[in-house]
């Protein structure tokens, strides 16, 4: 008699999608089948909020998905460099990760919703660095958040020989001061209560006649305004551009 044995358990793979800058027609091809098949998802929010990433793929998804939102333990309630900081975010990044180690140890494909580019200044490289020893980790790119900017700016943002520098607002005054003056183009990320010292900084580098501010790049409600005419807050997904000016024929 022969006895066949039983096939061991196929192992998951985590899949880290990029949705693109937040218009769901703007994902890939590959986003938008993933996202739509996917018996697992998971994506990162705010405590209350129902996140940016579950927003974009409202309506894709099937009707007996499994949803696994990250909630983030603090987001400004503790200063960046106090020590809490990063002890509290390791200890979350460890929670989800025994959550998604544990669907893909039992057969589960998981996607991972991300905002613009998964491997641009988003929180699934938390993820993907510690799970890359754990479980098979696929990613998937996704258009970047700034390039939709720059697209609703209707303007290049580089020409010929420029150079492209990308700042975040958390940077301090100083620091941006020196950075803006010193490149061709401009992008400035995370913006939110950081906005009036960039204003700052842009007008100390000489440069604020040449500063745009879009709002909700390629969504419904987009706005592109100079700087010097935007409103004294601005909502999250909001992106500093300064164009280049460089070679062309």
């Not at 990029?18 to 994506?43: F, N, Q």
């Not at 460099?81 to 975010?89: F, H, I, K, Q």
């Not at 803006?180 to 960039?198: N, Q, W």
Request: some cysteine; aromatic content about 6%.
């Amino acid at each position: 008699m022969i006895t066949v044995q039983p096939s061991a358990v196929r192992c998951g793979t985590i899949h880290g999608v990029g949705l693109g800058p937040g218009a769901c027609d703007l994902m890939s091809v590959r986003a938008d089948r993933l996202v739509r098949g996917a018996r697992h998802i998971a994506y990162f929010r705010k405590a209350g909020r129902s996140g940016h990433a579950r927003r974009i793929v409202d309506g894709m998804l099937r009707d007996d998905v499994t949803e696994f939102a990250m909630e983030y333990p603090v987001t400004t309630e503790i200063a960046v460099a106090d020590p809490r900081y990063n002890d509290c975010l390791s200890a979350f990044y460890a929670g989800c990760i025994d959550h998604l180690a544990g669907l893909v140890r039992g057969g589960e494909d998981v996607v991972v919703l991300c905002e613009g580019d998964p491997f641009f200044y988003g929180s699934f490289m938390h993820l993907y660095t510690r799970l890359q020893t754990i479980a098979p980790v696929c990613v998937v790119p996704g258009i970047t958040g700034m390039s939709g900017a720059w697209t609703a700016s209707g303007a290049p943002i580089t020409w010929g020989d420029d150079v492209l520098t990308v700042l975040m607002a958390t940077l301090p005054e100083e620091d941006l001061v020196r950075r803006i003056r010193d490149t061709d183009a401009l992008v400035v990320m995370k913006i939110g209560r950081h906005l009036g010292k960039l204003r700052r900084a842009v007008a100390a580098a000489g440069r604020e006649d040449e500063a745009w501010l879009v709002e909700h790049a390629a969504m419904q409600d987009q706005r592109v305004t100079p700087l010097g005419e935007a409103d004294a807050v601005t909502p999250y997904f909001s992106i500093l551009l300064i164009h280049g000016q460089g070679r062309r024929p």
